[in-house]
């Protein structure tokens, strides 16, 4: 029996004529003057459940516009990956499960590099096609606006690095003795499909399949770590808070693992390459007093683990404040580790509407460093702050840095998201906030926004009506000056 061209449940736009779902193929079978009644019949109906349309290919982020795609959202991704160090070779299965926001005829996932074998969705064959980093996927069905649905991509091949636009390698990246994922901006696309903007948090699964002698480590919870035959193991790790996907992370390696707990029972999970082992130690050790102060200062860890990852020494550009788990690119100390806990509360689950609101990742991440120092006998956020002004390299190294050289709200380009006005001049908004303030509000200032928008998303223009609101405080000139304007502001 062919499909109906119409099926007759009602119509969620409220379309008189109770229709749902137009069946493209059924239609293109229907004779001239039956399509045309068709046409007459449901002129009146607006709604786009009606017939789907392609969804955006990005969500028109001001510096990374194919970013993201349109016309869904992510709930949740399972990735089975299995990855072997000896031929490079990943292959992998992503069964993304998402809520159209509109109908939908076609939509698109980020994805960079390897081979797409196969695509399905609601467990029907999707065809699919490819064009720079956009994979376009047709199901077979139109989506309804609303309507959950689960897509599953198959694909394979040798990952390659993403090369981000300040000339950072990112993505899947080999290490001396396995790999390692880091993201941010626009890596995760390179070792999986996905909607990759911040915008878009989801939970994970993240299952990782290596030989016996690796460790394999991601984001989260380790659920089980189960031999499965063939010489191989699979580690599942699970995410029970919502994660951009740039903050995701796997790493397969010869880790010596360590665990414990934080004062108030948060596991600590730490793989560390074995010849940064001796020197990460002291630092290593300091996470769970670190995870208490920061949790004093900016409210509840918003996640049910914490730990470390540290791969060899010269593998990346940067660390980075990967979800739980912050990747370090050789042994941090102290204060990185500092920087990337903060991100736990600034950036991962606070996290920015665009790549535009950076310095709300960055600023208070390196103001978290600041304020540590100051409480652990360390330099006052204020002499801190005039040394920058002053450009007083003996106080702090770098205070000689180009932090004037635009406003930490408005990178120049792409290429600049990750420059030091964003991190210092970012730090210096939220110090001049605090002398306006005073200290009480201030405190309470920074607590709030993190409690405020915990697990979800926000702006600089979030963050800038939020401070005014919560201390009362006209912050005009601060936001003026420091935060929006060209000029490097003086003493
Ligand atoms: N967010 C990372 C950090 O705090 C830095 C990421 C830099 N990314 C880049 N493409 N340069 O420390
Ligand atoms: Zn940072």
């Given at each position: 029996?062919?499909?109906?061209?119409l099926?007759?449940?009602?119509?969620?736009?409220?379309?008189?004529?109770r229709?749902?779902r137009?069946?493209?193929?059924?239609?293109?079978?229907?004779?001239?003057?039956a399509?045309a009644?068709l046409?007459?019949?449901?002129?009146?109906?607006?709604?786009?459940t009606?017939?789907?349309?392609p969804?955006a290919?990005?969500?028109?982020?001001?510096?990374f516009?194919?970013?993201?795609?349109?016309?869904?959202?992510?709930?949740?991704?399972?990735?089975?990956?299995?990855?072997?160090?000896?031929?490079?070779?990943?292959?992998g299965?992503?069964v993304?499960?998402?809520?159209?926001?509109?109908?939908?005829?076609?939509?698109?996932?980020?994805?960079?590099?390897?081979r797409?074998?196969?695509?399905?969705?609601?467990?029907?064959?999707?065809?699919?096609n490819?064009?720079?980093?956009?994979?376009t996927?047709r199901?077979?069905?139109?989506?309804?606006?609303?309507?959950?649905?689960r897509?599953e991509?198959?694909y394979?091949?040798?990952p390659?690095p993403?090369?981000d636009?300040?000339g950072?390698?990112?993505?899947?990246?080999?290490?001396?003795?396995?790999?390692?994922?880091?993201?941010?901006?626009?890596?995760s696309?390179?070792?999986?499909?996905?909607n990759?903007?911040?915008?878009?948090?989801?939970?994970?699964d993240?299952?990782?399949?290596?030989?016996n002698?690796?460790?394999?480590?991601?984001?989260?919870e380790?659920r089980?770590?189960?031999?499965?035959?063939?010489g191989?193991?699979?580690?599942?790790?699970?995410?029970?808070?919502?994660?951009?996907s740039?903050?995701?992370?796997?790493?397969?390696?010869k880790?010596?693992?360590?665990?414990?707990?934080?004062?108030?029972g948060?596991?600590?999970y730490?793989?560390?390459s074995?010849?940064?082992?001796?020197?990460?130690?002291?630092?290593?050790?300091?996470?769970?007093?670190v995870?208490?102060?920061?949790?004093?200062?900016?409210?509840?860890?918003?996640?049910?683990?914490?730990?470390t990852?540290v791969?060899?020494?010269?593998?990346?550009?940067?660390?980075l404040?990967?979800?739980t788990?912050p990747?370090?690119?050789?042994?941090?100390?102290?204060?990185?580790?500092?920087?990337?806990?903060a991100?736990?509360?600034f950036?991962d689950s606070?996290?920015?509407?665009?790549?535009?609101?950076?310095?709300?990742?960055?600023?208070?991440?390196?103001?978290a460093?600041w304020?540590?120092?100051?409480e652990?006998g360390g330099?006052?956020?204020e002499?801190?702050?005039?040394?920058f002004?002053?450009?007083?390299?003996?106080?702090?190294?770098?205070?000689?840095?180009?932090?004037?050289?635009?406003?930490?709200?408005d990178?120049p380009?792409?290429e600049?998201?990750?420059?030091?006005?964003v991190?210092?001049?970012?730090?210096?908004?939220l110090?001049?906030?605090?002398q306006?303030?005073?200290?009480?509000k201030?405190?309470?200032?920074?607590?709030?926004w993190?409690?405020?928008?915990?697990?979800?998303?926000?702006?600089?223009?979030d963050?800038?009506a939020?401070?005014?609101?919560?201390?009362?405080?006209?912050?005009?000139?601060?936001?003026?000056?420091?935060?929006?304007?060209?000029?490097?502001?003086?003493?």
């Amino acid at each position: 029996m062919p499909r109906p061209a119409l099926s007759s449940t009602p119509c969620p736009a409220g379309c008189p004529l109770r229709i749902e779902r137009v069946d493209q193929r059924a239609l293109s079978r229907l004779a001239a003057p039956a399509l045309a009644a068709l046409i007459a019949l449901t002129a009146g109906c607006t709604g786009d459940t009606v017939q789907g349309r392609p969804g955006a290919s990005g969500v028109r982020d001001p510096y990374f516009p194919k970013a993201g795609n349109g016309g869904y959202q992510v709930d949740h991704y399972d990735l089975d990956l299995a990855y072997d160090p000896a031929d490079k070779q990943l292959h992998g299965t992503a069964v993304i499960t998402a809520r159209a926001k509109q109908g939908l005829s076609s939509f698109n996932l980020d994805f960079a590099g390897l081979r797409v074998e196969d695509v399905t969705v609601q467990g029907a064959a999707a065809r699919f096609n490819r064009s720079g980093t956009e994979l376009t996927v047709r199901p077979p069905e139109d989506l309804e606006k609303g309507e959950v649905f689960r897509t599953e991509i198959d694909y394979t091949g040798t990952p390659k690095p993403v090369t981000d636009p300040d000339g950072s390698e990112e993505g899947w990246i080999t290490t001396a003795d396995g790999s390692v994922a880091v993201g941010e901006p626009v890596g995760s696309m390179g070792w999986f499909p996905g909607n990759h903007h911040p915008s878009d948090k989801a939970t994970y699964d993240i299952r990782l399949t290596v030989p016996n002698d690796y460790e394999a480590v991601s984001n989260g919870e380790l659920r089980s770590r189960t031999a499965v035959g063939d010489g191989q193991t699979e580690f599942a790790w699970h995410n029970a808070e919502p994660m951009a996907s740039y903050l995701a992370t796997a790493a397969i390696g010869k880790f010596k693992v360590s665990t414990g707990r934080t004062p108030s029972g948060i596991g600590v999970y730490n793989a560390v390459s074995p010849d940064e082992a001796p020197s990460s130690a002291a630092a290593l050790a300091r996470i769970p007093e670190v995870v208490e102060w920061g949790s004093g200062k900016f409210g509840p860890y918003p996640f049910g683990t914490v730990g470390t990852i540290v791969v060899p020494d010269g593998t990346l550009t940067y660390a980075l404040e990967t979800q739980t788990k912050p990747v370090y690119s050789g042994a941090p100390d102290e204060v990185l580790i500092v920087h990337e806990l903060a991100h736990q509360w600034f950036g991962d689950s606070v996290s920015p509407k665009s790549w535009k609101d950076m310095w709300l990742n960055e600023g208070f991440a390196t103001y978290a460093e600041w304020m540590w120092a100051e409480e652990h006998g360390g330099l006052s956020a204020e002499k801190r702050f005039d040394a920058f002004l002053a450009g007083d390299t003996k106080v702090d190294p770098d205070a000689g840095s180009d932090w004037g050289a635009f406003p930490p709200a408005d990178p120049p380009g792409p290429e600049d998201i990750s420059e030091a006005p964003v991190y210092a001049r970012g730090a210096m908004v939220l110090h001049r906030i605090r002398q306006e303030v005073g200290d009480e509000k201030f405190a309470a200032l920074l607590r709030g926004w993190a409690v405020e928008h915990r697990h979800g998303n926000a702006s600089t223009a979030d963050f800038t009506a939020y401070a005014e609101k919560k201390t009362g405080h006209d912050l005009t000139e601060v936001w003026d000056v420091w935060l929006y304007g060209e000029d490097r502001p003086e003493a």
